[in-house]
């Protein structure tokens, strides 16, 4: 294959893998003449709505829920077509070039079904259990169209599952006596699901509505402004001259940019652009240099403080304040990335792979100080979410007005410097900030779309489904806390296929996290909510690489263009030692830092769960020093549960649960010894790899 054609084929990747992103991140049609602004223009208004009720705008949080979903069901119907693909004699329906007069009305009959509640909220109130047949209409009519929107937007799985909850909630008298269920009325229902706060107007939108977008909207500018660029370039010149330099940089460029971006894919085109071709040209396989980015742009959404939008939604559930989620949180994400640089060394030491010259690298302190201003705005979220202790939305708000001046005065600065007019500089300021606003809005649609519509799903649990779902998974699991767990975590990632990260995980904490705690009680086993919760949260992430579907991968794969199942397969092999993590912190509460207040303690558990995550990778991928031969395997496995279960092995050797941390050096020399007896069988092998040449 010529040089030229290899370059059509990465360009081609390279589209294929932003058209994905773009279709995650709200855009669909790209009309053109005076339609084409009318979707950014409705989006901006969204930006603009959000950032006043932030701070300047008080109005009933059942008002604002309205209002947003109105606003994303607005644009989901202007922007997306009724088919995605172009049919003979269709085509006036898969439009993308347009916006066709019916999805005018559609796009209006379904805002105008969202602002119901709001419209006629005085009337609603007093008439609740009791709706009349027009309440019975537009909630009928906002359940179908907030479906089809699900399915423009998302695709089928959620409003399929949706579709099956609620036909199950009005057959459920005639169901097999396992899962049989009572029954409920229409009115009940509508009453349910759209006159309350209890269904599509739940918890989760509410926390999409006054958190997430914010978050979003300032992720969108900090894009916008360049910060994505920078975060890799740091990344570049910090560690591209290591060992398997590129995919340690793709790791940390990926946890940077994934602490604000909420999305994998999103996060794969934004750094793995730069990143897969280096790994490539180092020498990693395409296949390979692809999974470390799904790996690492996946784990972006575990990064604390923001961890995509289901952080916000797990204080609400578990009712705590947001930095108790980020306490929670903390060491087994950075665990997880710590185990990912150190697969990326294994990696790079197994192909005998060497670094970028750093001649051809950024240098680090003029790359660090010529954005610093991006690192700004991040640090200030910072101190507002830990230090001032303001809440997420308040935090989010005075972040994005610093955001916006960095945005409004880094075009001029540059051209003040260059000589250059400042008045075009200012204007293409004004520009990025409005494009940011519009992008922000569009980001926004899928999320408000999937937390809406996994509200009906809630909504119908809610109607007397839990404890027969706990009942059916007690009996599913024999009530055996270990095959309850595995149940969850299969679920998690079958369901997670097809759904973004949001919503597998608002599905699966309302059927399953209650489920966790309860049946953990049955066998005299206490399980923090919370922790109930993280494990649905880490188990809906792991989706996004997981085959036959895992979109991550397939994004990925587009850019390097390497087999997409075997890319998914790669990388959720890498994945596994983020998978354990959950099952670890289910039994042993000090790695999500339950009821530790010290910094010397929270520290060592950290350390601590690192290595024991290195040792389990050091088992999974075969290599340590060396190659592992087969019996080091179980000792690898024994360091792992030493390390991130001391509690368990010190019960099991009849130790004291105070004295569980006498596990810790045990662990480690056991850990060393391993590593002493590897580096002593590497001379040997040199000779023979010698011999054999």
Not at 404 to 433: C, S, T, W
């Amino acid at each position: 294959m010529s040089q030229i054609e290899q370059q059509h084929e990465t360009d081609d990747g390279l589209e294929l893998a932003r058209k994905m992103a773009e279709e995650e991140e709200g855009i669909g049609r790209q009309p053109e003449g005076f339609s084409k602004y009318v979707i950014p223009t409705i989006a901006i208004i969204w930006s603009c709505f959000q950032i006043s009720i932030a701070k300047w705008w008080t109005l009933d949080s059942t008002f604002i829920r309205a209002i947003h979903l109105g606003f994303a069901l607005l644009i989901v119907f202007l922007n997306y077509p009724l088919m995605k693909k172009k049919r003979p004699g269709w085509g006036y329906f898969s439009a993308k070039d347009k916006i066709p007069i019916l999805d005018y009305l559609i796009a209006i009959l379904a805002c105008l079904a969202a602002l119901y509640i709001a419209i006629d909220y005085k009337g609603m109130i007093n008439r609740y259990g009791a709706p009349i047949p027009r309440d019975i209409f537009i909630g009928v009519s906002l359940v179908l169209l907030l479906l089809e929107a699900a399915r423009r937007v998302i695709g089928p799985a959620l409003p399929v599952i949706a579709t099956l909850f609620c036909i199950y909630s009005f057959f459920g008298p005639y169901m097999p006596d396992l899962i049989a269920f009572k029954g409920i009325s229409v009115n009940r229902f509508v009453g349910q699901m759209t006159m309350s706060t209890e269904g599509i107007y739940g918890i989760p939108l509410d926390v999409s509505a006054t958190i997430v977008f914010l978050f979003v909207l300032f992720g969108a500018m900090l894009d916008r402004a360049g910060g994505g660029h920078y975060f890799i370039q740091l990344a570049l010149s910090l560690l591209g001259g290591f060992k398997g330099g590129p995919a340690k940089a793709a790791v940390m460029g990926s946890g940077l940019t994934g602490i604000v971006s909420g999305s994998s894919i999103a996060n794969i085109v934004t750094t793995g652009t730069f990143t897969i071709p280096l790994m490539k040209k180092v020498g990693y396989p395409a296949t390979k240099a692809a999974a470390v980015e799904v790996a690492a742009s996946t784990d972006g959404q575990l990064a604390p403080p923001i961890m995509g939008a289901a952080a916000f939604i797990i204080a609400e559930y578990v009712n705590v304040p947001y930095v108790e989620v980020i306490k929670a949180a903390a060491i087994p994400a950075f665990a997880s990335y710590a185990a990912l640089f150190y697969i990326t060394h294994i990696e790079a030491s197994k192909l005998g792979l060497k670094g970028i010259p750093r001649a051809e690298l950024p240098k680090f302190f003029k790359t660090l100080i010529g954005g610093i201003h991006f690192i700004l705005p991040l640090a200030f979220l910072l101190y507002e979410l830990i230090v001032v202790r303001h809440s997420p939305e308040l935090a989010a708000f005075y972040a994005i007005w610093v955001m916006a001046f960095i945005m409004l005065v880094q075009h001029p600065i540059r051209a003040y410097r260059n000589n250059e007019p400042l008045a075009p500089a200012f204007k293409q300021g004004a520009i990025d900030i409005l494009s940011a606003l519009a992008t922000g809005g569009r980001n926004m649609v899928s999320v408000a779309l999937a937390t809406a519509a996994a509200g009906i799903i809630v909504g119908v649990v809610a109607l007397g489904l839990g404890g027969l779902i706990t009942s059916i998974i007690d009996t599913m699991s024999m009530g055996n806390i270990y095959l309850m767990l595995v149940i969850t975590a299969l679920a998690s990632l079958t369901i997670g296929m097809g759904l973004p990260t949001t919503a597998t995980y608002i599905v699966m904490a309302s059927l399953t996290a209650p489920a966790i705690v309860t049946i953990g009680g049955f066998n005299d086993f206490v399980v923090p909510l919370m922790a109930a919760h993280l494990f649905c949260f880490y188990f809906g992430i792991l989706a996004d690489d997981t085959p036959p579907v895992g979109l991550a991968a397939y994004a990925a794969a587009a850019i390097a263009k390497s087999p997409p199942i075997a890319t998914g397969m790669q990388g959720f092999m890498y994945d596994i030692r983020t998978a354990i993590l959950p099952f670890m912190f289910i039994f042993n509460t000090d790695l999500i830092l339950h009821g530790i207040y010290s910094w010397p303690q929270g520290i060592l558990i950290f350390v601590m769960a690192c290595f024991g995550n290195f040792a389990f990778a050091s088992a999974t991928q075969g290599w340590f020093a060396t190659k592992n031969k087969i019996w080091e395997i179980p000792f690898f496995l024994l360091v792992t549960i030493m390390l991130m279960r001391p509690d368990g092995v010190a019960r099991l050797v009849g130790m004291d649960h105070g004295q569980r941390y006498w596990i810790y050096p045990i662990g480690m020399a056991l850990f060393g010894l391993l590593y002493i007896v590897q580096k002593l069988r590497i001379p040997k092998i040199e000779e023979e790899a010698a011999v054999a040449s």
